[in-house]
């Protein structure tokens, strides 16, 4: 497991240790050159130099690849007035916020409801993990179905009911197409946290489950004051998980709405896209500045929840 | 008033043996009752039906006179202290010790008082805003012990509740427990594998084996005896030397071979017709056998065999003698004149022996 | 009595509407892959009768999804080969041998994990061009091993650090080497690990989209997700067909989950338990 790298010099040290590996003879460079090298390589080339280079790409407008064009801070200075990317920034942070705590809520829900030993828990587990698997394509193509203004199953169903006043144009619609496509963001979502939570549930030591009873708790008592709070570590690991996640989200989007209807789902992945493959005037240069932003706020905000969430104690058993 | 009584209580899990079975125990109000077996015996299932955490598959359970098969643990007036404390990490000690009032709508200001008493008792005052990884074994265990005392229960359910702890710890430990029974006066049963804590602490021991009841009495009683082998070789360390020997005919009643000779004066012959021509199981506490042959004054046994093993633990020394094809432990003083190798006689008094029948395994009674 | 039963009864209710809720979609969909475009349109809910078994045939030679599917298989099988091989010999590296950096290697790796693609993507792009490698298999296998790697070295350097000691120091000292520790210990004993960090990017790979449209302009290239996106696009009316193209390119996964479940599971959740 990684070390838990916080602030001060004593944790960057602890980087540069040799490893927790057994072997303490010490290895030729060869062996960890053939063993590692590969790896290394292929991270160099298409991760870590990539990086760096669309960084630098965020200096340049790059219309002719062979001939970038230095505007130094330019293409920040036109981002901060960028109307698009600020609607961007808000969706996609909306997302990244509400959706997971939907995601792991759920999740830890249908974790009780097996939790309390249903029959068909094993099926009922597989049942509730298959949309997980299902590609983001598969996906958004069913539900662009099933969201059919005419003849998709939410809508019939609500006409069905005599809620027919309810029912619209869940995409077509500004005010509601970013919360249909969070909903199905859920569905597709909740199996995985629910099969954690499950396994985080039975790996809790029975005997304090037990100590509870007798301490006259219920199911409600034993949910409220042990399950859930000595579950903490495990549902903000997988908020931050979510989190990171969504923060990333582009195949649901670009295939349903395309960023639309009026800019209520552009998210910045999707106009990342736009200005580098799909834009009237072909530059490089701009959408490697917003990817570079972007970039800094992902690291940012992942290391303030991190802090923010994990710096009380560890529950420790 | 708190006695606990089991009647015929079985559990069962599915179609295999029946872990617990056909367990008959009565518990004063008061006592201190043992429940004492090697691992898998069903000591541990047995306090667990009593608690309420594990159902009962037949049989009665009753506390004071209420049958309490079907009331659910947290209403049978019971406190448990768990082999593994259960404390929950999430809650200062504080917390862990006020919880279970908390939950059953006790007064704040009886609470307080509570928690500051039991935590002046056990020494936990300065630990109280503590959560428990912060704690030694020895203090989660005294907070274990905390939650069950400051819910003032008919009766205290132990759980091997010392064997996480070092040897030094879980002598002083086992002191305190003692001390909280007189204390408090409550009927207190306690599940452990360890005799020694089984000899010191209970008034009564019961002695499971295999989810039965094999004896159950006083430690002494127990101790002197045993109700069949497996009682006799349990309790007592080093364990009890058993040999099996050929019963002899004749004026005294001898069971021998080569190596060893037993006199069996504390039984009438007639009790020992039956076995006459085949073979008996004779016991002989290692503690009461000397070095040496035996006096001519007082009716003895002896072994005689070849020296195995010696070993000198300071206050004490065991000597190992091969008697035959049988190995006979001896318990004695710190100077032993003998080395590994020679040929040595053991001799003990006629009182010290045990017979047992060697199809049931169980103790043939002292007569006279 | 009566309120536990009512409320086990409305357990049961919620675990029935939240089995429907999450396999419905997928139900529909199968029954509509065969169906006609007509008769959906007759009655969108209705069972298929008869089966039309040949849209299969159909989809997969006239409207070329067997290209598709045959691309994909090629990217995803190539990659996920080239990535179990690399990413457990570096694994095995930063679990078992102390140098220098090591756990600062290994806190690189899997830091990268959080990276958006994007600020990958562009360059990405432009390096693929200028190598010639755009617009081909090779490019995007390339692409897809660098996007796997940390993960699956995350997940596999846990595991091979748990190896107890003991059976390397038995293998020294009975003489072997350390490329035949690697190949005869660790790759066997570390199976179970391997095999689930397979599954998981198998399906990761299959499904994923981004870099496969970024990087593939050409039609006969395409990958499934792609493919099937591009599909709708054309031809976005004949609902029939493209379930039909959906259910071909969810077939492998639903063949794998029907198999391997248990193994699936956990290796999509391992890591996220805590």
């Known amino acids: 497991m990684p070390q838990q790298v916080g602030n001060g010099s004593a944790a960057w040290r602890r980087l540069l240790r040799p490893g927790t590996g057994g072997d303490t003879s010490g290895a030729s460079w060869l062996v960890l050159l053939l063993f590692l090298g590969p790896a290394l390589l292929v991270f160099g080339a298409m991760t870590a130099y990539p990086m760096v280079r669309t960084i630098c790409d965020s200096f340049f407008t790059i219309d002719d690849p062979d001939k970038p064009i230095w505007v130094g801070l330019a293409n920040y200075v036109t981002l901060a007035g960028d109307g698009t990317f600020r609607r961007a920034v808000v969706n996609t942070l909306i997302w990244s916020v509400a959706a997971p705590v939907l995601d792991v809520g759920v999740g830890l829900l249908l974790a009780l409801c097996l939790y309390a030993k249903v029959p068909f828990t094993r099926f009922l587990r597989v049942a509730w993990f298959t949309p997980v698997l299902l590609s983001y394509v598969v996906v958004a193509i069913v539900w662009l179905w099933l969201y059919n203004y005419d003849w998709g199953i939410v809508n019939v169903l609500f006409r069905a009911i005599g809620l027919g006043g309810l029912a619209s144009a869940w995409l077509g619609n500004p005010h509601l197409a970013l919360g249909s496509l969070i909903f199905i963001d859920v569905w597709k979502w ?5 099969v954690v939570c499950l396994a985080a549930i039975h790996s809790l030591p029975s005997e304090v489950l037990e100590a509870a009873e007798l301490d006259n708790c219920g199911w409600g008592g034993k949910l409220r004051f042990v399950i859930v709070p000595m579950l903490r570590p495990t549902l903000l690991n ?80 | ?86 404390l929950y990490p999430h809650m200062t000690v504080a917390d862990n010790l006020a919880f279970g009032l908390r939950r059953r709508a006790v007064p704040k200001p009886e609470i307080a008082r509570r928690v500051r008493e039991v935590a002046d008792l056990l020494g936990l005052t300065p630990y109280l805003a503590r959560k428990p990884s912060a704690l030694s074994g020895g203090q989660r265990q005294r907070v274990a012990l905390g939650r069950a005392m400051v819910r003032e229960p008919q009766v205290f359910l132990f759980d091997e509740p010392l064997s996480n702890l070092d040897a030094a710890l879980r002598v002083n430990t086992r002191n305190e427990l003692i001390r909280q029974h007189h204390r408090l ?23 499971m084996n295999a989810g039965r009841v094999v004896q159950t009495g006083s430690p002494l009683e127990v101790y002197w005896n045993p109700a069949d082998t497996f009682v006799a070789r349990f309790l007592g360390a080093p364990p009890m030397n058993l040999l099996q020997l050929p019963v002899g005919t004749g004026e005294r009643l001898l069971a021998s071979n080569d190596s060893a000779t037993v006199p069996l004066t504390l039984w009438r012959p007639a009790t020992l017709a039956p076995y006459a021509g085949q073979s008996l199981i004779v016991g002989v506490r290692a503690e009461d056998v000397r070095l040496g042959p035996p006096p001519d004054a007082t009716p003895s046994g002896w072994f005689r065999g070849r020296i195995d093993a010696i070993e000198p633990l300071g206050a004490e020394t065991l000597v190992l003698v091969s008697a035959g094809a049988a190995e006979v432990t001896a318990r004695l003083g710190r100077d032993v004149p003998a080395r590994v190798g020679e040929t040595v006689t053991l001799s003990f008094d006629a009182a010290a022996v045990h017979l047992f029948d060697p199809a049931t395994t169980t103790a043939i009674t002292r007569e006279l | 009595m ?75 099988i190539g990659s996920v080969a080239v990535i179990t091989l690399v990413g457990s010999a570096a694994a095995h590296c930063l679990a078992r041998y102390r140098f220098p950096g090591n756990r600062l290697i290994y806190f690189i790796l899997f830091s990268s994990i959080i990276l958006p693609p994007q600020i990958v993507l562009i360059a990405v792009y432009q390096t693929l061009v200028e190598y010639n490698l755009y617009d081909t298999l090779w490019g995007l296998g390339l692409v897809y091993v660098s996007l796997q790697l940390p993960l699956t070295i995350y997940l596999l350097e846990g595991f091979f650090a748990r190896i107890p000691q003991d059976l390397f120091d038995a293998a020294k000292v009975d003489g072997y080497g350390d490329f035949e520790i690697f190949f005869r210990l660790v790759l066997p004993v570390g199976m179970p690990a391997i095999a689930t960090t397979v599954i998981l990017n198998f399906i990761l790979l299959w499904n994923e989209f981004l870099f496969a449209v970024v990087l593939i302009a050409d039609d006969d290239l395409r990958t499934l997700p792609v493919g099937i996106q591009r599909f709708m696009g054309d031809h976005f009316q004949d609902i029939g067909m493209i379930a039909t193209g959906v259910m071909i390119s969810v077939l492998p996964v639903v063949v794998v989950y029907a198999f391997f479940s248990e193994k699936l599971i956990q290796g999509m959740t391992a890591g996220a338990v805590k």
């Open chain 2, 1 to 86: 008033m708190a006695t606990v009584q089991l009647d015929a209580v079985s559990k069962s899990y599915g179609s295999g043996p029946l872990a617990v079975d056909n367990v008959n125990l009565s518990i004063a109000d008061g006592e201190f009752m043992v429940l004492l077996g090697p691992s898998g015996c069903g000591k541990s299932t047995t306090l667990r039906m009593i608690a309420g955490i594990e159902s009962i598959s037949a049989g009665k359970l009753s506390i004071n006179g209420r049958v309490v098969n079907n009331v659910p643990a947290r209403d049978r007036d019971i406190a448990m202290v768990f082999q593994s404390y259960a």
């Open chain 3, 2 to 76: 009566l309120s536990r039963a009512f409320s086990r009864g409305g357990l049961m209710a919620i675990l029935v509407a939240y089995t429907a809720f999450a396999g419905f979609p997928f139900l529909w969909v199968g029954t509509m892959s065969l169906r006609t475009t007509t008769e959906i349109a007759y009655n969108h809910y209705g069972w298929p009768s008869p089966a039309h078994w040949a849209k299969f045939r159909t989809a997969w030679i006239d409207s070329a999804f067997n290209t598709y599917f045959a691309n994909s298989a090629a990217v995803v």
């Open chain 1, 190 to 194: 909740a199996g995985f946290n629910m």
């Open chain 1, 238 to 317: 997988l908020y931050i998980l979510a989190f990171v996640a969504k923060m990333k989200v582009f195949d649901l989007v670009w295939i349903m709405t395309q960023g639309g209807p009026l800019w209520s789902t552009e998210t910045v992945s999707t106009y990342v896209y736009k200005r580098a493959f799909a834009w009237n005037t072909f530059d490089l240069g701009y959408p490697a500045a917003i990817a570079s932003v972007w970039f800094g706020v992902v690291i940012v905000t992942v290391l303030l929840l991190n802090r923010l969430l994990r710096s009380r104690e560890r529950v420790e058993f």
């Open chain 2, 185 to 207: 006066g409550s009927t207190m049963i306690y599940v452990t594998h360890d005799q020694v804590e089984a000899m010191t602490m209970g008034s009564r021991i019961c002695v």
